[in-house]
């Protein structure tokens, strides 16, 4: 896809921390930031809304125990299996099963999750990716009108970015 | 900052201190060398390891053909060294997912230089062990009867068995810890995607699915992984705690105690932190990466090794202990024959290596930093915690309520066949590892970068780290 703006290299995290408050003050919202490790401060500088991921996470937990229950005590009621005059349903020999299950759907949902908000994988990669950023650089892109890119470069460079590209 | 590349030779101790000097750009190169063309050396490593393979896939042919009488097996004795090495595999398979998630979880930083190597450890380990049932079974061609599914004659398995618990509570695991495994390793396959040309970029570049480390894809990641992590923790004490109930929900004397769980998760992470040094020690030389992997690092895991092999050996004083205070004449019969009976030396060999020779080294510092003492060590103790499980399995069982059943004229050998699938199992192992260590990034390049001071223009006081 068509991209048009600035990208930004940096070389230091605290530069890029700058340039990010900065741009978002000068009304840059459409960030898209590079970098070989999650930082916490990248984090607080661009402060995202809580990631959805952990919805999927109990979506699946709770239905993997809801299946493990489920299964556990359908099959007893289907081939009943009388032993010692025991309950043919019973919770606590259930609950070994209903816990991995829960474990093993819960993991999947939360892989899933991840790949829907995350978008992943993905296909095709946008010009501005640079090979440096899995390495020891951080990337700044601002998506932008061409009108307003000189304002952006501007705050990019006065941050400290060595190099600055258009897009 | 200072920068150290590649070409400069190590400081002569390395430790946390010295590795916190690496800049990002030196972590890259370092660890990604390892992933270059293999040489004449690991293909020779390579095909030795698939000859001693081939024994055990033969040996393996020759049982199903002839039947299970190749094993060894001597009535009451009919559980054995196959399932003797399916709790060891099991075992091994634990450090990983203790150092990749529990410690990910207590933000112990040490963990992230090991960390990769321990996981790929527990994939391939479960890998290993997963054969095992299916070896021991008569029948290993209807083991899909172990799985719930709608048949024809309306059989259900019995979900109050821990055999069938236990059937899900090991591919639970090994689904969970593969995942954990291939999502940690998604940014660092980017990275080597980033740095190699070729056929090595476009597989590269396929693995990686499109990762570009963007904040979008970190936000999420990071969130995902403390998930993960959060469902493997307790997966990881409940897969060896089922493992140790399909003996303890038994009744045989030696088996029927409730301190079977604690007492195998404990073993468990002993063995496997035993194996990492084992793997490690050999790794960090071949491919030059002992400023990641530092003696510090070396150090921590034994200090792990010594932690849980502290509550091993309390474990075994309190069988002993119960087997005497419950005044139950099986019960004390059986921890005698254990001491002095046809298969002490098993017992004897499971109490020098677990306990007496770690209790009296492992205290010393000087000890848990000499490198070839520790790599002799974790040997030692993988080699006494196989045999922990040996002394729980066959001794158990050749020594239970019929005294007919006692004694020498039923003793229970290994057999050829037996010795081959063990060897077999440690090639199997091997032949995975192998392949992962030149095709992947065996450090995590992420995590180790985590841990690094990041690159700062303006340093502060506190010199940029948290």
């Known amino acids: 896809m068509a991209q048009q703006g600035v990208l930004g290299i940096f070389p230091y995290l605290d530069a890029t921390t700058t340039a990010i408050r900065q741009l978002r003050k000068a009304g840059f919202t459409d960030l898209t930031v590079y970098s070989p490790v999650p930082r916490h401060e990248l984090e607080e500088a661009l402060e995202p809304r809580e990631s959805p991921v952990r919805l999927y996470t109990i979506a699946g937990g709770v239905l993997g125990a809801l ?101 | 900052m200072a920068t150290t590349t590649i070409g400069t030779p190590p400081p002569k101790t390395t430790t946390f ?18 992933i270059k063309a293999p040489g004449r050396g690991w293909y020779i490593l390579f095909l030795i390891d698939l000859a001693i393979l081939a024994v055990g896939v033969i040996a393996f042919a020759n049982q199903l053909m002839t039947g299970l009488g190749v094993a060894g097996y001597a009535p009451p004795v009919m559980w ?50 997963g054969l095992f ?25 019995n979900f109050k068995s821990p055999l069938v618990w236990d059937v899900f509570a090991v591919s639970t695991y090994f689904t969970v810890s593969a995942i954990f495994f291939v999502i940690g390793l998604i940014p660092d396959i980017a990275a080597a995607r980033d740095a ?65 769980a604690p007492y195998f998760v ?54 002993f202990f119960t087997a005497w205070y419950s005044g139950n004449p099986f019960e004390r019969g059986q921890f005698w024959f254990r001491l002095t009976g046809d298969y002490a030396v098993g017992a004897w060999t499971m109490l020098t290596c677990n306990v007496f020779i770690p209790q009296l080294t492992l205290w010393f510092k000087p000890l848990r930093r000499n490198i070839p003492f520790l790599f002799l060590i974790s040997i030692v103790i993988n080699i006494g915690m196989w045999f922990e499980r040996y002394v729980i399995i066959v001794l158990s069982l050749g020594h239970d309520f019929v005294p007919f059943a006692f004694g020498s004229r039923t003793q229970y050998v290994i057999s050829p066949t037996e010795l ?22 065996w450090v995590s390049l992420t995590e180790v970068k985590e841990v690094l001071p990041p690159p700062m223009k303006e340093r502060t006081a506190a010199g940029g780290g948290h």
Request: charged letters at 15%; aromatic letters at 14%; glycine letters at 8%.
């Open chain 2, 80 to 129: 054995a060294t196959y399932i003797t090495t399916f709790v060891f595999w099991v075992g091994i398979a634990h450090s990983g997912t203790l150092i990749s998630a529990i410690l990910y979880l207590f933000r112990a930083r040490w963990r992230t230089s090991v960390y990769r190597v321990a996981e790929a450890m527990t994939v391939f380990a479960v890998m290993t062990a």
């Open chain 2, 266 to 319: 404990a073993g468990a992470i002993f063995s496997g932190c035993a194996m990492v040094l084992t793997l490690v020690i050999p790794a960090r030389r071949i491919f030059g990466v002992e400023e990641i992997i530092t003696v510090d690092h070396l150090e921590a895991l034994a200090k792990l090794c010594l932690f849980t092999g502290t509550i091993v050996a309390f474990s075994y004083a309190v069988e």
């Open chain 2, 420 to 441: 081959a699938i063990l060897v077999g199992s440690f090639a199997w192992f091997g032949m995975f590892f192998l392949l992962f260590i030149k095709f992947l990034p």
């Open chain 1, 67 to 167: 299946t493990g229950y489920g299964l556990a005590s359908y099959a007893s009621i289907a081939y009943p299996l009388v032993v010692g005059g025991k309950p043919l349903v019973h919770m606590i020999p259930y609950t070994v099963l209903a816990f991995e299950v829960a474990v093993l759907f819960g993991s999947l949902a939360t892989v899933l999750g991840l790949f829907i908000t995350a978008r992943l994988p993905r296909l095709a990669f946008e010009t501005t990716y640079d090979p440096a950023f899995s390495n020891d650089r951080l990337g700044v892109f601002v998506r932008c009108s061409p009108d307003r890119a000189a304002a952006a470069r501007e705050i990019l460079e006065k941050a400290g970015a060595p190099e600055v590209r258009h897009a």
């Open chain 2, 17 to 34: 201190e010295t590795m916190s000097r690496l800049s990002y750009r030196a972590v890259n190169e370092t660890v990604l060398q390892a």
């Open chain 2, 196 to 260: 190699s040309t070729g056929w090595r970029r476009r597989l590269y570049g396929i693995l990686a699915i499109g990762w570009r480390g963007s904040n979008r894809e970190w936000h999420h990641y990071s969130r995902a992984y403390m998930f993960l992590a959060a469902f493997a923790t307790p997966l990881v004490l409940s897969v060896h705690s089922v493992v140790s109930w399909d003996f303890a929900m038994g009744i045989v004397p030696g088996w029927h105690a409730t301190i079977f």
């Open chain 2, 133 to 157: 049932p299916l070896i021991h079974v008569g029948r290993p061609w209807v083991a899909y009867w172990l799985l719930p599914y709608p048949s024809q004659g309306h059989v259900w398995p």
